[in-house]
């Protein structure tokens, strides 16, 4: 070691803690974080089990009503499913179901977004009034159309007569019903899809848009050039939000006709609950729900990557 | 003896090798100064010391104590953060009795306390508000208070006077080293600013890309830096470089600038033939008649007062730029052709391929790397 | 501002009025009907001027229906009062297990937290009803069928991960140093956690409450499967209320408002937080 120059007089220490100094408490450092998400963790445990369970059951023939006939069949419930037409009643019935209801909204939903873009205190207030159909329950929702549709004295049965179209059955026709839920569907779920791109919107850097209106570029153009790529990554994120949503959609199908009339709008998870409870057939119950989780796993993480990249640049932005 | 003791510290995540065997240590009562630019892995080194981030590799130790299995609250350190990292939901009062009521003081001594520190670093007037209330000065003195008000025995200082503004700076780094040396505690002070390390420090590390590149007192970091990049890095305005390849002459060694033919003093190593780096600072450089010996001919390109010395830009006939400083007063050229000379006794010589400092003895310096 | 023609303003504002009719109408219909009596529902056309009873919600209150047939009881305030224990409850379990595991999950990047939380994340998407009928099978088995517990559990399953990716990036938004400086100054990490990350994290955690409170109130499915007449909320009572009432379109109208009026009262109370929670911070507020 060097000499210290002379200069710096010599400092007493003061007395130090160390003889109070404790070492690691209770829980030790490695394993805090641990003990903190353990209970947590035991909650997810306790949801895995009966997913895995109903994995075992969708390879197995299983009926409440006959359990002395139980046994594992393999993969026969998903073997059945390629000649079944209900199957693909199912099938066909949900994917128009989402594609209907996430195309529609997101329509609607950009072009109220793009009404509402301008900050000002009668957008802010129609934009707080649009979160009221989001807060409703998807069930009473339906339940709310159901009164509305009614054939005696539903309001827009008689709007509807009024025009000259009388025999428009909503909910009780085979061929309104898949018409009628998907209107619930958009009065619902159009306010989410908006309160996300009208986000999105006024997140967006205003310089291209002061350069193109400079430069003379029409508003259709620049919507097309500019709004539209750059608002891309919020409709991408609503619209796999919704699509994975929208393809288990229950609530409101089974609030307004339970899967009817017949069977028009059975789609996955009504198809499943009614085979499940109705029909007693746990094991095609199941099956079916496997391939809806294929479905929804696929989707969602697609949408998950999204989700994440548009989280990391807001709270960058914030 | 030494109360803190950085023993092989390295530290990396993942791939980033951020600290790479960190060896200090610090005598009770003194101040080390870690200097470095940013990304040197100063602030990391602070943290493993606070016990806030666990080292790789290595050992702390405090008074004579290993900190491996100590947790931060139970070190006994102060520290104060270079964003400040106040509360921000406590008043100033309560940020700065923040380390007195974790030790549950009676509060009227936590009053006198914080009231005392406080009065000290001016900011009793503010004790009231919260943090977003105050300006960044206050905000800068509440965050050492802070760190102060327990009486730490080991005050960790993370460049406190980097956001503040130049005034304040000023004012602090009269006003810090005799807050410290009043308290007879040790310190570790972290700073970009080569001023500020040679002000507080009784020792400088020089920290760069993870490794200690320099440790010693302020004297050897500016009379005998390690590197061509600490030399760089230590004086204002920047020290020159001349690329040069020694000759060996009946006189001794000299190289040549600009056609005129420059004695060299004697070295330990023989470098004639080899590449070289001279290195002069602006005030070993003076201005002389042109009949004098070894003088250089410049153009004077610009002139620059400050408040205390003069700066001069010059080209040699070469086109090499040199810098010269000289105290506001002394005579000077302002413009046109001009002769300087080089103090050459004050110069330095670098191994151009390993940038290290050559002749003297440097080698005792460099104690990081030795060890 | 770029120049507006008075054409466009004029079909911006029609739009805009349409867009209120569309979103608000059915409340406010419904709302409407509440306070009428079959009499004036039925009339045709309908019509918004009538006199307003209450006629309704005091049936709804009393829990004495009375239809044409006979008096029928039916306990809807029971609904009520299962929504709100079912929702409190679900939302307090979920910020009691979620609040330090979020905490975990941003401040300490430790072997497997993010596999669990994508984990608790993807139980957002995946259909519930793959958990629920194997569930239900189980709980008859375990004797937590048709308990309030049991379906406090089984909400977890939307409240818990809702809690956990909300709370977690606010707590990633809390500067460590301001934890490491407390805790240098000889703070335990508990006392960090309690006097620093709850109270910075504060406004988010109360977000992302209100926000699984109104999902959990809003519930649906689970109840329909795991819960009997008297375990059920207001949702699934609704709706058995409508097959049980028949054609008393003023009571089934008072029990719907009744049902939404606690979520849309929240909404306007707390509009400015649900943006940021909707999107699970995709946009900030």
Redesign the interface.
Known sequence: M?A??LT???????????S??????FIS?AA???V??L???L??I??????F??VF?SLQRYRLSQPWAREMNWGENYLNFLTDPGFWATLEVSLLYAVLTVGLELLLGL??AL?LQRRSR?NNF?S??????????????A??????T?Q??G?LS?LLALVGVDDFRWGSSPDTALFTVVLVDI?VY???IM??LL??LR?LPTQPFEAA?LDGVP?IQQFFRITLPMLTP?IL?AALFRL?ESI?Q??II??MTQGGPGDTLTV??VE??LN?FQSTN?GR??AL??I??AI??F??NI??KN?LR??ER??G?? | MSYLEVNRVSKHYKKNQVLQDVSLDVESGRTLVLFGPSGAGKTVLLRIIAGVVEPSDGTVFIDGEDMAPVEAEHRGVGMAFQNFALFPHMTAYDNIASPLTAEKLPASTIEERVQSVAKLLKIDHVLAQLPRALSNGQKQRTALSRALVGEPPLLLLDDPLRNVDAKLRFEMRLELPRLLSGRGATVVYVTQDYKEAMAMGDKIAVLNEGRIQQYGTPEDVYLRPATIEIARLFGDPVINLFDVTPNQGADGLFASLSGVDIPLPDLSEQIAGSECVLAVRPENLEFVDAKADNAIPVIVEAETPLNEKVITLAMTTGGREILLSRPAGAPGIASGNAHVAIKIDSTLMFDKATSKLLGSNSNESNRGEAA | MQHVSLIERLLRGVALILVVVFFMFPIVWIVLMSFQTNETILRVPPSFIFEPTISNYKALITGKLETSAASLEINFLRNLGNSVLLSVGSVALALLLGVPAAYAFARHKFKGSEDIAFTLLSFRFAPPLLVLLPLSLYFQKIGLADTYIGLIWVYQLICLPLILWIVRGYFEDISPDIENAYRIAGHSWFSTFRKIALPLAGPGIAAAGLLAFIFAWNNFIFALVLASADKQPVTVGALAFVTASGIQYGQIAAAIVLSIAPTLALALYAQRYLVEGLSLGAVKG
């Open positions: 060097r210290y120059p710096y007089k010599k400092l007493t220490p003061v007395s130090t803690t160390a109070k100094r404790k070492r690691s408490g450092r805090l974080p641990y903190l998400s209970p947590a963790l909650v997810c306790g949801i895995l089990i009966p997913f369970t109903a059951y072009a109220i009404l009668v129609v707080i009034m649009l979160l009221m159909p989001l807060m409703t329950a998807p069930a009473l929702a339940l709310m159309f159901k009164l509305m009614n005696g004295f309001i008689y009065w159009t306010p989410f309160i996300l986000a999105g997140s209106a508003r919020y994120t994975l288990q229950f609530d089974y609030a996955f998870q499943a609950y499940f746990v119950s199941a729900l496997m809806l989780w929804t796993f989707i969602s949408f998950i989700w548009l989280r807001a709270r932005e914030a």
